[in-house]
């Protein structure tokens, strides 16, 4: 196992494989399991807010799905729904054999395409604490169609025809054809809207994070138009909060809303800013309400008693 001052390097099984992750241990009990979108590997998706779960004392399970960053399968860079739905099953399973952590008090962190797989996860698993969806995505038909408004027609052709022969070759086992993960209008990639080209600068200031690959395999492009996971809020029992970007042009707010609003115990939190803003601008306003949420309903409900950090803002549990 790997590990540096404030995290461990841990694997566990799903899929015939080892998925990769860091375990960041906390003192409160509770436990935050955390995954990126899409292509996006759990050091530039999770670290900035892991970091400050686990300064607030709550355990924190930041993973990388199959087929991406240093989790196992091939081929690589793909996406495939089910088997990130399964990996996110075992991670929830593993998560609650981690060392003081009750698994009564297990929450999801999810972000874009991954804020849709916590909604579905959170459908099959009652018993979870609480979930986060983070500019989620939760229709991809509404989504894709708003994306298409800002890519030029022929790039939309030429991404269509590689998805397909992408598609077609993984039947006789070619290696994916890869496209990037965003680029301007008229280049051939996931995605051209404005504020999705503000990814790099969002996750990966200065390059902090050379090892992602931000590219993926273009047959992704139709699985995640076809995929509408929040239409799976109202079997949710967990309480859920909802954290929607007002000016979000890659995972629209309007459909999470609406399916925030679906759940039996559902919030929307609405900061300024499109896809990235809890990244960016917007990254206190969304950590202190992620926090809050988590202190509620995975502390103040099990009788957890908090103190307060020096400058008064931050409730933690005594002794850190």
Same mark, same amino acid.
């Given at each position: 196992?790997?590990?540096?001052?404030?995290?461990?390097? $841990? @694997?566990?099984?799903?899929?015939?494989?080892?998925?990769?992750?860091?375990?960041?241990?906390?003192?409160?009990?509770?436990?935050?399991?955390?995954?990126?979108?899409?292509?996006?590997?759990?050091?530039?998706?999770?670290?900035?807010?892991?970091?400050?779960?686990?300064?607030?004392?709550?355990?924190?399970?930041?993973?990388?799905?199959?087929?991406?960053?240093?989790?196992?399968?091939?081929? @690589?860079?793909?996406?495939?729904?089910?088997?990130?739905?399964?990996?996110?099953?075992?991670?929830?399973?593993?998560?609650?054999?981690?060392?003081?952590?009750?698994?009564?008090?297990?929450?999801?962190?999810?972000?874009?395409?991954?804020?849709?797989?916590?909604?579905?996860?959170?459908?099959?698993?009652?018993?979870?604490?609480?979930?986060?969806?983070?500019?989620?995505?939760?229709?991809?038909?509404?989504?894709?169609?708003?994306?298409?408004?800002?890519?030029?027609?022929?790039?939309?052709?030429?991404?269509?025809?590689?998805?397909?022969?992408?598609?077609?070759?993984?039947?006789?086992?070619?290696?994916?054809?890869? $496209?990037?993960?965003?680029?301007?209008?008229?280049?051939?990639?996931?995605?051209?809207?404005?504020?999705?080209?503000?990814?790099? @600068?969002?996750?990966?200031?200065?390059?902090?994070?050379?090892?992602?690959?931000?590219?993926?395999?273009?047959?992704?492009?139709?699985?995640?138009?076809?995929?509408?996971?929040?239409?799976?809020?109202?079997?949710?029992?967990?309480?859920?909060?909802?954290?929607?970007?007002?000016?979000?042009?890659?995972?629209?707010?309007?459909?999470?809303?609406?399916?925030?609003?679906?759940?039996?115990?559902?919030?929307?939190?609405?900061?300024?800013?499109?896809?990235?803003?809890?990244?960016?601008?917007?990254?206190?306003?969304?950590?202190?309400?992620?926090?809050?949420?988590?202190?509620?309903?995975?502390?103040?409900?099990?009788?957890?008693?908090?103190?307060?950090?020096?400058?008064?803002?931050?409730?933690?549990?005594?002794?850190?």
């Amino acid at each position: 196992m790997q590990q540096d001052s404030r995290r461990t390097k $841990v @694997r566990f099984a799903s899929g015939g494989t080892d998925c990769v992750a860091w375990h960041y241990p906390g003192d409160n009990g509770a436990c935050v399991v955390m995954s990126a979108g899409g292509a996006v590997t759990k050091e530039p998706g999770t670290d900035r807010f892991a970091h400050r779960f686990q300064a607030a004392g709550f355990t924190v399970l930041a993973f990388d799905y199959r087929h991406l960053g240093e989790s196992g399968g091939t081929p @690589r860079q793909i996406v495939r729904m089910n088997e990130q739905l399964a990996d996110l099953e075992a991670a929830i399973t593993f998560a609650a054999t981690l060392p003081h952590v009750d698994p009564h008090r297990i929450a999801l962190w999810g972000f874009s395409l991954s804020g849709g797989h916590v909604l579905r996860a959170a459908a099959r698993n009652p018993r979870l604490g609480a979930v986060i969806a983070q500019t989620p995505l939760t229709d991809g038909l509404v989504a894709a169609a708003l994306a298409g408004r800002h890519q030029r027609p022929l790039a939309t052709l030429r991404f269509a025809l590689r998805g397909l022969i992408d598609g077609l070759g993984s039947l006789i086992n070619r290696q994916p054809l890869l $496209v990037p993960l965003a680029g301007p209008p008229g280049t051939v990639a996931m995605l051209a809207t404005p504020d999705s080209r503000d990814g790099d @600068r969002a996750l990966n200031p200065a390059n902090t994070y050379p090892q992602w690959q931000q590219e993926v395999a273009a047959r992704t492009g139709l699985r995640i138009a076809l995929y509408r996971p929040g239409r799976h809020t109202t079997h949710i029992t967990s309480p859920l909060l909802v954290l929607v970007g007002n000016q979000d042009q890659t995972a629209p707010p309007g459909p999470s809303v609406q399916a925030a609003q679906r759940a039996l115990q559902g919030k929307v939190v609405r900061v300024p800013g499109g896809h990235y803003a809890p990244f960016l601008d917007a990254h206190e306003q969304a950590i202190e309400a992620e926090l809050s949420f988590l202190r509620v309903h995975l502390l103040d409900s099990a009788g957890v008693p908090t103190t307060h950090d020096l400058d008064g803002r931050h409730p933690i549990p005594p002794g850190r």
